[in-house]
């Protein structure tokens, strides 16, 4: 069955229209039918069995008649700072981290950053990688999706407040490992492609991030945050 995030208000038992851009993907493009039934989600927990009930040429119609309170969230609260890579290499970032269960993305600028956002493209390409994150929440089933938040300068973030168990990704020469000690509530740190400056982990050590390393292999920048969450999926499952 389809799934769609709608911002609106969802409750049983009303009738609601579609928003532009349900109606554009659902009735346009998979030319959906009346009586056809999908998921609806607005990110505030759990989603609703709706019901296609009226199809004009500009809007549409549903009834909303279940609601489903299941939580497909992830064990864990994650706050990721991202440094901002060019091209499809973000989009997949941002895609697989959702999907990963991130709970909020902050988008950085490094010394070795590709990328700076330039006014009037800001607000488009933040749009972009929102729209990217909800697209992940439709196909992968979770009904909360992560916030993407406009850039900031690394040296900033790091200096923020922010959970207390924090880790960057960087080279680790005790081999500890560090998520033995960690909270369900942290802050990861991924630098760009080039990699974070040596001043960079440390001004994050200086601001209680420990490296944390994972395995021998030089990740890429978009590859990094899907390993590091994968390993927390798993960490956080066995440990609840």
Known sequence: MNRFYIETELNTGNTIELTESVFHHWVRVLRAKEQEQAIFFNGKGGEYLVTLTEINKKNAFVSVDQFN????????????????????????????????????????????CEMRLKYDRDQKKLDHWQSVAIAACEQCGLNKVPQILPPIALNDWVKSELPTSRFVLAPNKNQENVLLKSDNHLALLIGPEGGLSEVEIETANQNNFQNWCIGDRVLRTETAPVVALSILNYHFSIKA
């Open 69 to 112: 309170e299941l939580d497909r969230t992830a064990p864990f609260n994650v706050i990721l700072g991202q440094v901002m890579s060019k091209g499809d290499r973000m989009d997949y970032a941002i895609q697989k981290a959702t999907e990963l269960g991130v709970t909020t993305i902050q988008l950085l600028t490094s010394d070795r």
